[in-house]
T-cell receptor, first 110, second 114 residues
């Protein structure tokens, strides 16, 4: 069974600060996705990374895929209250099922 | 284009009962996947349907079942409910199957088993 560990589990920071959350696995991903889930809603896809070492930017969010395709990070610059939510990574391990990480619950304090 | 819709949004049942949840995918999407989300276990894959056939299945007991209709709408059923079945059940649709397909999630059905 492939496991995705996310850290930290909870993170609470002030508006304007920077933060990084991590997603790690002992297995190689064929692709990895990051989602954000807000209360009362389903997860919404933010980005998909496929190539080892790949970096993608989405406004203030920067996503990095590890060279060995076993880990990924999400960096948020100048966090805003609207960034509050549950951040989930999800990986494909060569089959068609998505395996989700344990999640990072982020709270941005105004 | 309307998003994925799930009904009902909230449900309260008692142990031993059964429940049926419904999911309407985005128009034109033919693949529907179901997930269970709990605070302790996170998001776990239940099963995926494509063209009315179950294509993939997660590690859940046989009490969890599903089906897909010719219009791609899907239902999942849980029989003999247990307290541990209390969870948010999420449905996701995609155009087709495969790793490259983007899944779009519905808002979920929150099930409470008493």
């Amino acid at each position: 069974t492939q496991l995705l560990e996310q850290s930290p589990q909870f993170l609470s920071i002030q508006e304007g600060e920077n933060l990084t959350v991590y997603c790690n696995s002992s297995s190689v991903f064929s692709s990895l996705q990051w989602y954000r889930q807000e209360p009362g809603e389903g997860p919404v896809l933010l980005v998909t990374v496929v190539t080892g070492g790949e970096v993608k930017k989405l406004k203030r969010l920067t996503f990095q895929f590890g060279d060995a395709r076993k880990d990924s990070s999400l960096h948020i610059t100048a966090a805003q209250p609207g960034d509050t939510g549950l951040y989930l990574c999800a990986g494909n391990f060569g089959n068609e099922k998505l395996t989700f990480g344990t999640g990072t619950r982020l709270t941005i304090i105004p | 284009k309307a998003g994925v819709t799930q009904t009902p949004r909230y449900l309260i049942k008692t142990r031993g009962q059964q429940v049926t949840l419904s999911c309407s995918p985005i128009s034109g999407h033919r693949s529907v996947s179901w997930y269970q989300q709990t605070p302790g276990q996170g998001l776990q894959f239940l099963f995926e349907y494509f063209s009315e056939t179950q294509r993939n299945k997660g590690n859940f007991p046989g009490r969890f079942s599903g089906r897909q209709f010719s219009n791609s709408r899907s239902e999942m059923n849980v029989s003999t409910l247990e307290l541990g079945d209390s969870a948010l059940y999420l449905c996701a649709s995609s155009l087709a199957m495969g790793q490259g397909e983007t899944q779009y999630f519905g808002p979920g059905t929150r099930l409470l088993v008493l």
